[in-house]
């Protein structure tokens, strides 16, 4: 990492800590592997006679992850840290659906990165674009002696160390990129959010500007191997304004639904990674505006007068504005205020 980046990437660990970290937590259950879990326990938890209905042993000769194609997929399989998407559903050894994704909201999941069970992933990491197949997992291989709760009821859809059936449907997946490659892309689906913005479908901008933070990543990129310095330089500088621009972007299409909650956070988030984006500066103070933060709101237009910050004439024309709005409340105020004590005391 050249030393430019250096001040920036603190500010992405400090923004993004906490995502980091439950990642991390998230990943760490799956460190130790189901096979040696299965080996120490002496069996398969796997229901006997599965082979019977053409699953074969895909685990090693553990029997703790069973596959049965029902449709052959065409390509090749994903590399390590693909990032795919899919249709899955989980049973239950009694038959109930536990879990699922649909085609029409499939789930994204990077290969080996730990974002699913185990069996899941190395069940995933085999399969080839289109391809169907069905599952039996191990609970060493599934969810182990957690269980798993169902987001729909108040029990466990998936008992402590029961095993489970997996369907899985490989609609499509994406090789890893290198830093280069991320950017290009995600520029992409910001060009593609900001043409369904002019549309007014903000629901559409917010998936594609949702897609380009995502194809980032929570870390500023690495620069690749082969670029020189100014390209790194380059790198940094176009990926710290790119996620700027996202955020403000996110704030915007919130703030033309009406979510001011939503809308202030999303400036925040492009504030801390750029704290003179005149765009997010300006939509806060209309945010504080909306809410009759007056004196918040000239504060900040008067910053930005002061640093040069975003197109004058706008900033004036608003700041006269509000400070109008702020002075109308100000007597609004005071002449309650005279009302309640103008009486004589009791």
Not at 92 to 113: C, F, H, I, N, Y
Not at 132 to 138: A, G, H, K, N
Not at 189 to 203: L, M, R, T
Not at 235 to 264: E, Y
Request: glycine content about 6%; proline content about 3%; charged content about 30%.
């Amino acid at each position: 990492m050249h030393g430019s980046c250096l001040s920036d990437l603190r500010l992405f660990v400090i923004c993004y800590c906490l995502t980091a970290l439950e990642e991390t937590a998230y990943m760490e259950q799956w460190v130790s592997d189901g096979r040696t879990i299965v080996q120490d326990r002496g069996s398969s938890l796997i229901p006997p006679g599965v082979e019977d209905d053409g699953f074969v042993d895909v685990s090693g000769g553990f029997r703790g992850l069973l596959k049965r194609q029902v449709q052959v997929g065409s390509g090749d399989v994903p590399k390590i840290y693909a990032e795919c998407h899919c249709a899955y559903t989980y049973w239950t050894v009694r038959g109930e659906v536990a879990d699922q994704a649909t085609e029409d909201e499939p789930l994204e999941v990077v290969v080996g990165a730990g974002q699913v069970s185990q069996g899941f992933d190395e069940g995933l990491a085999a399969m080839k674009e289109g391809e169907v197949s069905q599952f039996w997992l191990d609970p060493a291989f599934a969810f182990r002696e957690n269980g798993m709760r169902c987001s729909k009821n108040e029990w466990d859809a998936v008992g402590p160390d029961e095993p489970v059936r997996l369907e899985v449907r490989l609609l499509r997946f994406m090789n890893p990129m290198n830093s280069k490659e991320k950017l290009e892309s995600a520029t992409q689906f910001k060009d593609e959010g900001n043409s369904f913005f002019q549309k007014q479908d903000f629901e559409k901008a917010l998936l594609r500007y949702h897609s380009a933070l995502r194809r980032l990543g929570t870390a500023l990129l690495r620069p690749d191997k082969n670029m020189t310095v100014e390209e790194s330089d380059a790198l940094c500088a176009a990926d710290k304004s790119l996620r700027a621009t996202l955020n403000s972007n996110i704030a915007a299409c919130w703030f033309a639904r009406g979510d001011l909650v939503k809308c202030l956070a999303f400036c925040q988030k492009a504030l801390l990674i750029d704290k003179r984006h005149a765009k997010s500066l300006f939509r806060k103070a209309l945010v504080l505006e909306k809410r009759c933060e007056f004196e918040a709101a000239v504060e900040i237009l008067q910053r930005m007068l002061n640093e040069k910050i975003g197109v004058t004439d706008d900033i004036l024309a608003m700041k006269a504005r509000v400070e109008s709005l702020n002075s109308e409340q100000t007597k609004v105020q005071h002449s309650v205020y005279k009302k309640m004590f103008s009486g004589d005391s009791s």
